[in-house]
C-alpha cells in the first residue's frame, strides 16, 4: 500500500473528519475515500460506506485507530461495561502519553506497538507508565511477539497480541507493581477540581494560601498521603471521567465505538449522526 494511500486511511478515522461528518454530512477526505476503496458507493448508506473504509484498515494497514478501537470494542464492551468502568487516552504520564487506559477495580495502561512502530521509546515508556500506574501492558501484533517476549522477560509488564484474526489474546497478564509510584507524577495527571476533590476526601480541607501558592499547597499535602490511599482516590477521580449516554453510545457501529467515546457527543449529535449513517452521500 502506498504512502498516499495509508495517510487517507489514517485521515477518516480522526476526530476532526468525524465531527464534520456529523454537522455537515460531508468531508472531502471522507468523499476521497470511498470513490478508492468503495465498489459501488451510489446505493450504499453512510453506515455501510464507513464499515467497507473500516474493513481496509482491517485487511491492510492495521494503524493506531485500528487498536484502540479493537480494544474499546474488546475490552470495555466485552468484557467490561461503560457503566462501571472507564477508558482514557493520550493521557500525558511523566515524559510519556499512554495509549489506553482502561479502569475498573484496577487500572491497566496498554501501550500499543503495531507493525508499523518500532521498539525505540519502549522502555521509557513503561518506566514512566509505572510511575503512575500498578498494571502495564503492550498491545502488538503476532509478528513482533518474539521480540517484545525478550523485551519484557522478568518484568512485571503484560502482553496482549491483536491476532490476524483480529482477536485479543492475553500471552501474559499484567503483574501488579506498586515500587516505582510516584505521587508527584499522579498528582500532575489530576485536573484542579479533582486534586481538591481527593484533599477534600483525605483532610477535609483546602490550603488557605494565596492563589500563587495554592497549586503547590496542594500538591504538597497530596504528596504527604499514604501512597496506597492516595492511589485509590486518584483512580476513583479518573474513573469519573468520560461518562456517557450508555443507551445511546449502544446505537453506535462498532467502527465509530472508539471516536465518538471521546467526544462527549450530546444527545442533538446522537441524533444527527443516526441521519448521518442513514443517508447516503448521493442520494
Request: hydrophobic share 35%; proline share 3%.
Amino acid at each position: 500500500m502506498s504512502i498516499s494511500n495509508n495517510f487517507l486511511l489514517s485521515r477518516v478515522f480522526t476526530r476532526n473528519t468525524f465531527k464534520e461528518l456529523i454537522e455537515e454530512h460531508t468531508e472531502e477526505t471522507y468523499v476521497t475515500a470511498i470513490k478508492r476503496y468503495v465498489k459501488d458507493p451510489e446505493d450504499k448508506n453512510n453506515q455501510q460506506l464507513i464499515s467497507e473504509i473500516y474493513q481496509e484498515l482491517r485487511k491492510n494497514y492495521r494503524n493506531e485507530y485500528f487498536y484502540k478501537n479493537t480494544l474499546l470494542n474488546k475490552l470495555l464492551l466485552g468484557v467490561h461495561t461503560p457503566r462501571t468502568t472507564t477508558v482514557l487516552t493520550e493521557i500525558p504520564v511523566y515524559k510519556s502519553k499512554a495509549d489506553f487506559i482502561l479502569i475498573n477495580g484496577k487500572a491497566v495502561v496498554y501501550e500499543i506497538k503495531t507493525k508499523l512502530d518500532n521498539f525505540e521509546r519502549l522502555a521509557t515508556q513503561l518506566n514512566d507508565y509505572f510511575k503512575a500506574f500498578n498494571n502495564v501492558a503492550v498491545v502488538t501484533c503476532e509478528s513482533n511477539y518474539q521480540t517484545i517476549e525478550k523485551k519484557l522477560s522478568g518484568t512485571p509488564v503484560g502482553i496482549f497480541l491483536l491476532t490476524k484474526r483480529n482477536c485479543l489474546s492475553q500471552r501474559k497478564k499484567p503483574i501488579e507493581d506498586n515500587s516505582c509510584l510516584d505521587l508527584n507524577i499522579i498528582f500532575k495527571i489530576l485536573r484542579k477540581p479533582e486534586y481538591e476533590s481527593i484533599l477534600m476526601a483525605h483532610y477535609g480541607e483546602l490550603p488557605n494560601v494565596s492563589q500563587f501558592k495554592y497549586y503547590s499547597a496542594c500538591r504538597k499535602l497530596f504528596c504527604q498521603m499514604d501512597a496506597r490511599v492516595a492511589y485509590k482516590l486518584f483512580l476513583k477521580e479518573l474513573k469519573s471521567r468520560n461518562r456517557i449516554d450508555v443507551k445511546l453510545f449502544a446505537t453506535v457501529p462498532y467502527e465509530l465505538k472508539f471516536l465518538t467515546y471521546f467526544l462527549n457527543l450530546k444527545t442533538i449529535d446522537y441524533y444527527n449522526l443516526k441521519n448521518f449513517l442513514e443517508s447516503k452521500v448521493w442520494g
